[in-house]
């Protein structure tokens, strides 16, 4: 990933963390709680790709996992957005530009869906229980209307912000300047070429006005002898 990915990334976790832990935690909802830092993944990965999608969702579970007030087994929601990551970068438009709201709701459904799955099947494994007791259905339709709630107001702005941090216009122009350079590598071979040659003609044209004068010269002095 390049350095500018990676920044915004980082940025765009840290708030998605503050503003999930400080706010949205606090909101007291029925049922499961709005995941910003899911929607993030989401829309990072849309233009990142499954690669990418699948590195900011490892690094932003991960640090879910360690900000408390966290109350279970490190390495569990980096995980689930591990693979939402991957995931959901398998489905990168060209790009990264949705031509249909319908494609990112979609996979912010199944993504909510999915992640609340996975999140309690990985506890189910390591002996956490409690979706049992809060019920999974409750927490299935609450986080799928809580995130598609929260969709519009996140994802296409993450998105754009992403694909305009992803254009370096550094890059562009020593890929312009390259491609210049290429160019005027080109034109330089020419205008060698084209010099060498002409250097060669004004050598011979040389030689031969030289000698032209010097016959002018030769048939006036003679002229002159004569007279």
């Known amino acids: 990933m390049r350095i500018n990915r990676i920044l915004l990334s980082a940025a765009l976790v840290v708030i998605a ?9 606090r909101l007291h909802l029925p049922g499961a709680v709005p995941d910003l830092m ?7 990965a849309f233009v990142y790709g499954h690669v990418g999608g699948a590195l900011i ?5 991960l640090l879910t996992d360690l900000a408390p007030p966290a109350d279970h087994a490190a ?15 398998l489905v990168r438009p060209e790009k990264g530009q949705m031509r249909s709201a319908l494609v990112p709701m979609f996979a912010v459904v199944c993504a909510a869906l999915g992640s609340t799955l996975l999140y309690a099947g990985v506890g189910s494994l390591v002996g956490d229980t409690a979706a049992r007791h809060v ?15 929260l969709a ?3 994802v296409p702005w993450i998105m754009a912000l992403a ?5 370096d216009p550094l890059a562009e122009s020593q890929k312009g300047g390259s491609g210049l350079g290429a160019g005027a590598d080109v034109a330089a071979g020419w205008i060698g070429s084209g010099t060498g040659l002409r250097i060669g003609g004004q ?8 000698a032209r004068n010097r016959a002018a010269k030769a048939g006036r002095i003679k002229g002159v002898k004569r007279l």
């Not at 963390?17 to 935690?25: E, G, H, K």
């Not at 050598?203 to 030289?210: I, K, M, N």
């Open 17 to 25: 963390l503050v503003l999930q832990v400080s706010v949205l935690a």
């Open 38 to 44: 899911l929607l993030v993944v989401l829309a990072l």
């Open 57 to 61: 969702g490892f690094g932003a579970g």
């Open 75 to 89: 390495g569990r929601y980096a995980l689930v957005l591990c693979v939402v990551g991957y995931l959901a970068g």
């Open 135 to 149: 019920g999974l259905g409750g927490l299935l339709f609450t986080s799928a209307v809580y995130d598609l709630l």
């Open 152 to 154: 519009p107001f996140t």
């Open 163 to 167: 694909r305009k941090a992803d254009k």
């Open 203 to 210: 050598r011979g044209g040389l030689r031969v006005r030289a």
